[in-house]
T-cell receptor, first 113, second 114 residues
Framework: EDQVTQSPEALRLQEGESSSLNCSYTVSGLRGLFWYRQDPGKGPEFLFTLYSAGEEKEKERLKATLTKKESFLHITAPKPEDSATYLCAVQPAQGSGTYKYIFGTGTRLKVLA | NAGVMQNPRHLVRRRGQEARLRCSPMKGHSHVYWYRQLPEEGLKFMVYLQKENIIDESGMPKERFSAEFPKEGPSILRIQQVVRGDSAAYFC????????????FGPGTRLTVT
């Protein structure tokens, strides 16, 4: 069964304290892995797409990496405005042509000033 | 340059009533996805549609739920005879298709069943 697990469930950091969020996945074939940010009461906001092991993407203080079994979202010198829930999703490669996502339950990040 | 639009943003229904949730995809997008987010749970896929076609409804409950994406107008998720367990946030996402894999999400509709 296709599955996505994110850890930790919650993370509190001091401003400037770098850390990493983990997303491990089990899927029969991977079409893509996606990172989103979700603020309370809002819809997920797209951050990154990763397609193959070894790939890296970077945006401001965020960097996403991918291996064959997991992805990491590295946050360098975070600021309070980086506080949000970070969601990981995989898109299985299925012959039926569906493009659905399978989401993890997210990591709730709180950055303290 | 409007993003994905959903309405209403908040919807309150009594048990047994019908709920209709609307989603207008981003301009140029022809693929629509519906997801449900229950409290303290992750987003769960419900249905994937293209114009006038349901492509994958493997996540839809077998009864009371239906979805459509007509040639003209928004996509609609319809829940008949709502029950308390239907209370959740319902998100719509769209993509342009043609091999582009990223999905862009709307702000969601928060359904409360009393």
């Amino acid at each position: 069964e296709d599955q996505v697990t994110q850890s930790p469930e919650a993370l509190r950091l001091q401003e400037g304290e770098s850390s990493s969020l983990n997303c491990s996945y089990t899927v029969s074939g991977l079409r893509g892995l996606f990172w989103y940010r979700q603020d309370p009461g809002k819809g997920p906001e797209f951050l990154f797409t990763l397609y193959s092991a070894g790939e890296e993407k970077e945006k401001e203080r965020l960097k996403a990496t991918l291996t064959k079994k997991e992805s990491f979202l590295h946050i360098t010198a975070p600021k309070p405005e980086d506080s949000a829930t970070y969601l990981c999703a995989v898109q299985p490669a299925q012959g039926s042509g569906t493009y659905k996502y399978i989401f993890g339950t997210g990591t709730r990040l709180k950055v303290l000033a | 340059n409007a993003g994905v639009m959903q309405n209403p943003r908040h919807l309150v229904r009594r048990r047994g009533q019908e709920a209709r949730l609307r989603c207008s995809p981003m301009k140029g997008h022809s693929h629509v996805y519906w997801y449900r987010q229950l409290p303290e749970e992750g987003l769960k896929f419900m249905v994937y549609l293209q114009k006038e076609n349901i492509i994958d409804e493997s996540g839809m409950p077998k009864e009371r739920f239906s979805a459509e994406f007509p040639k003209e107008g928004p996509s609609i998720l319809r829940i008949q005879q709502v029950v308390r367990g239907d209370s959740a946030a319902y998100f719509c996402a769209s993509s342009p298709g043609g091999g582009v894999r990223e999905q862009y999400f709307g702000p969601g509709t928060r359904l409360t069943v009393t």
